[in-house]
């Protein structure tokens, strides 16, 4: 059975002052599936995801043309309400960036600024997110003691968690385990997985092996461009074009 | 060639130990100073406290030290600090961290450029220029708007000196709230929240200590200022009964009076007690603001 399309970009350019960025990208991201984005560095990976919820608006100077369609919704047209798209499309970080507060307030941050109040409702919403990302168990007898006092690999399924109460459904990872150990990074792969069931996921990755893990569509980027994009399998087993080829070989990157 | 070899070494270790003799003899420069300073307030105070108890030279409600006998109580000169600095705050808090706030978060890359030089050079300003600028527009003004008897009062000073301790309760508040690392601020726009929600729910808690600390170092500035208060607060060593009374602060107390006193006097010995307070009161207000800024790193995660 055909995946069903999720977003759909449509010739996307983009540039930071005069610089081009991304050059007339064009791509299918499924729902329920996790798409990996690789490419060396300044590739444009990260400000391809960045586009879908907009977070490149905060950076002055720059312009997208092209469209990005995210169900019907035309994510780029002037009149899109950002602060809605962000909460259906939830993103975690390079590095984790839990707020100094304690981990019950960085779970609760994104209902309360929804308007919620009701207290029975948001620590039930907590409660079932911090579950979703395996923490719970980690931190269910402190949950008032501060966001900082976490591992990296903690902070980091804290993050996730963060982005879950507010029911996503799209995650955009940017190089989630840039700054994780191995272990940490095993965890948050598994929960990769765990979540393409309910989510749709979009990761950057530095990491082919990691790419080939977790995700079932790969594009290869490079110098702005979109070089391959398939299946997983067949890009790391059957790469049509040489470029994506020599990178995933490691000639160079 | 070896023997030329170890010689030049040796010579470069000579070099490189008379420079760092040199500049840690710079640094410690100012240890000397500070040591020097407090040895002379206390040998020059003390003296006081054996003909004047402690608590009545702090707490004794009149000062008439030229009188026959003296009367010196430094009461009225500690409420008139306390009025004047309390009132500058008032005025420079909002502004100060207003304007922080503004530069931060809203304004332009345009109005940016014009703001931040010119708070820069309002904190260039020498005080005797805002003290004259207090006494011949500030206080006529006040004066005929508000009928009161003289415009050199309390609440011109607070006026004054706050908008002087503005700049620097700016351009701190916004170095705290340039420290709050940028992905606060991306984690919370990502999940949904408009600015404000960000600007005061995550970004204004994590600098709210640095914003503390930047009023407290304001006030700092406010309490130990001289040449201002001298010029508009008016003069009267009263205790203030309104804001609108002429106070004497005890800055200006020992600016008006040490070119008057008998060097070796009573008077001149308390002159320097009153010196003596103004270094503690400035000193604890440090400790308090390194102790604040201290525990705000520390929950930014940037170490110590």
Known sequence: ?253 | MSAMKIQRKALVTLKEGAYKWLFATLAFASLVFLVGIVFTLLTESLPVFSKIRPTSFLFGPFWYPTADPPEMGIWPLITASFAVTAGAMVVCVPIGVGTALFIHELAGRRQRAFLKPVIEILAGIPSIVYGFFGMVVVAPILQDLLGIPTGLCAFTASLVLGIMATPTVASLAEDALSFVPRSFREASLALGANRWQTLTRVVMPAAGSGISTAVILGMGRAVGETMTVLMVAGGAAMVPKSLFDPVRPMTSTIAAEMGEAVMGSLHYNALFAIGLMLFLITLGVNIIAEIISRRFRLKLGLGR
Not at chain 1, 24 to 48: E, M, Q, W
Not at chain 1, 190 to 197: A, P, T, V, Y
Not at chain 1, 224 to 232: A, M, N, P
Request: with cysteine; aromatic share 8%.
């Open chain 1, 1 to 253: 059975m055909a995946p069903e399309t999720k977003i759909c970009a449509q010739h996307i350019d983009f540039f930071y002052g005069r610089t081009r960025a991304l050059k007339d990208i064009s791509l299918d991201i499924y729902a329920n599936r996790v798409t990996a984005l690789i490419g060396p560095s300044g590739c444009g990976k990260s400000t391809f995801i960045r586009l879908i919820n907009r977070m490149n608006d905060l950076i002055p100077g720059t312009r997208v043309e092209g469209k990005i369609i995210m169900d019907g919704l035309d994510i780029n047209h002037p009149r899109t309400d950002v602060v809605d798209l962000r909460r259906r499309v939830g993103m975690v970080f390079q590095k984790p960036n839990p707020f100094p507060k304690s981990i019950y307030e960085n779970m609760s941050y994104g209902l309360r600024i929804n308007g919620m109040k009701d207290r029975n409702f948001i620590e039930q919403r907590v409660v079932s997110a911090l579950k979703k990302a395996a923490l719970y168990d980690d931190v269910k007898d402190r949950l008032h003691e501060s966001a900082l006092m976490l591992s990296g690999g903690q902070q980091q399924r804290l993050c996730i968690a963060r982005c879950l109460v507010v029911e996503p459904e799209v995650i955009l990872f940017d190089e989630p385990c840039a700054s994780l150990d191995p272990i940490s990074t095993r965890k948050i792969e598994e929960l990769i997985l765990e979540l393409k069931k309910d989510y749709t996921i979009v990761i950057v990755t530095h990491n082919m092996q990691q790419a080939a893990r977790v995700s079932d569509y790969t594009a290869f980027m490079y110098m702005g461009e979109l070089v391959e994009y398939d299946l997983t399998e067949k890009i790391f087993t059957v790469p049509k074009e040489r470029m994506t080829e020599e990178y995933l070989s490691g000639k160079f990157g």
